[in-house]
């Protein structure tokens, strides 16, 4: 059966609907950190050189990246639920054969196509929350789907460290097998679908720009994070990325069935809240990149503990809808402001973190949190809320690009300033592969065995990495905080949302 519009009080299953998306998101969330733990066990297993294990690792990146905006477009005008379940099987079929991979080849292709499957799922998470909630409970819905992305990076190392602890390394794949399974049944059944009423031709020459721009942007970001943004390839990279997405606005603002609605993006609620998104992940993504060598090497847990440590951004589930109401009482502006200040604050305190403390890091991650969980909602429903009702699956993946290349930026960004500074923090004498990072010196020390050398390296390094650490967080910090100004400067003061608009709903 078939209803134009929805419900004014939302879909009646619409909190059961959000648990089969929020499982879809754990998918992508989790992958975030699980693989780095198996890296070491594929390099041994498939005889993988450096720049392969760098490829297994990109791949899925690259591919995710570029193809977000296509996804969403394609979800508006096929179906959200169609390309969501689509999207999970391309994901369950990968992760399988990633699992069983018996080259490194094989593995970084199937990688490559675990990043279209997630492509495919996030846009049409978020735009489905857009068809089933009333706008009064959409920011408290876009809060939970945001945890959920947030925690699946601290449960990524602690569930991936008790698999390994047990099974060989493709298990990390596997996982996301039950929850494949689980999340296709019930969003076959709960799921509504929906798709624009009046779908337009698809904009095929906008989305083979897009994702080459996006790509070749987020690979430069990511190669920017392993060989410096000096590296020919990284400039190479980027450059080509930026000369491509100018041609992508160029013809989005000539064609007469844009990708992307030119007059959304001169939107100030819609551009404004896209900047706090990849402001908000910039903060997220490079704290946690840094904080995780800190626990792993530096202190010494084991990926289990270390994962523990992370888990008080669960603060983010309790400040979203106390985020969402001060959208109605003081307003966007001041409501997304306040959360980056937050998220600034967080970058600060951890920035006191210590080799033996583990207090500003468990401060400074819930602080995280709560300031992610005023902003992240709040700017993605903003987005949201002004885009027409057909065309949600396109806003919805700008909002997911933003994250994507908000995240990268903020691990290459502190991850670069982390090396050089760490390098600079180093006394004269060192042994040259020590420099390259404080997991290499701690290697290095073990070869020297039980010595006042390797001691002396061990705390050299250690001392170095701690110094690296305050000066990367504090650099972060001043990005985060650039980000509260232009909130404060280029958001409305009221969030509004677009005029009514029709969309064809599949009820079950």
Known sequence: MTTPGRPADGHPRRWVILLVLCASLLLIALDTLVLNLALPMIQTDLAATSTELQWIVDAYAVTFGALLLPAGNLADRYGRKRMLIVGMLVFLAFSIAAAYASDAGTLIAARGAMGVGAALIMPSTLAIIKHTFPPGEQARAIGIWAGTAALGIPLGPILGGVLLERFWWGSVFLVNVPIVVVAVVAGL??????????????????????????????????????????????????????????????????????????????????????????????????????????????????????????????????????????????????????????????????????????????????????????????????????????????????????????GSLGIAVLGSMLTTSYRGGLPEGVTPAAQDSVGVAHTVAADFGATPAAGQLVSAANTAFVGALGDALLAGAVVTGLGAVVAWVVLPARARSSAPRRATVVRQ
């Open 189 to 406: 059944f709960l799921v509504p679908e929906s798709k624009s009423p009046r779908p337009t031709p698809f904009d095929a020459p906008g989305a083979a720009l897009a994702a080459v721009g996006f790509g070749g942007l987020v690979f430069g970001i990511v190669e920017a994070s392993r060989h410096g943004w000096t590296d020919p390839i990284t400039l190479g990279s980027i450059a080509a990325a930026v000369a491509v997405l100018v041609a992508f606005v160029a013809w989005e603002r000539r064609t007469t069935h844009p990708l992307l609605p030119p007059e959304l993006v001169r939107e100030r609620q819609f551009s404004g809240a896209a900047v706090v998104v990849v402001a908000v992940a910039f903060g997220l993504y490079g704290t946690l990149f840094v904080l995780t060598q800190l626990l792993q090497v530096v202190q010494g847990r084991e990926p289990v503990d270390a994962g523990l440590q992370l888990l008080p951004i669960a603060t983010l589930v309790v400040a979203a809808p106390l985020g969402a109401r001060l959208v109605e009482r003081v307003g966007l502006r001041a409501t997304v402001s306040a959360g980056l200040v937050v998220i600034t604050t967080a970058l600060v305190v951890t920035a006191g973190a210590t080799a033996a403390s583990g207090l500003p890091v468990l401060g400074g991650v819930a602080l995280l949190g709560f300031g992610m969980g005023l902003a992240m909602p709040s700017a993605a429903n903003a987005m949201l809320a002004v885009a027409p009702i057909g065309r949600s699956g396109a806003a919805a993946a700008v909002t997911d690009t933003a994250m994507q290349i908000g």
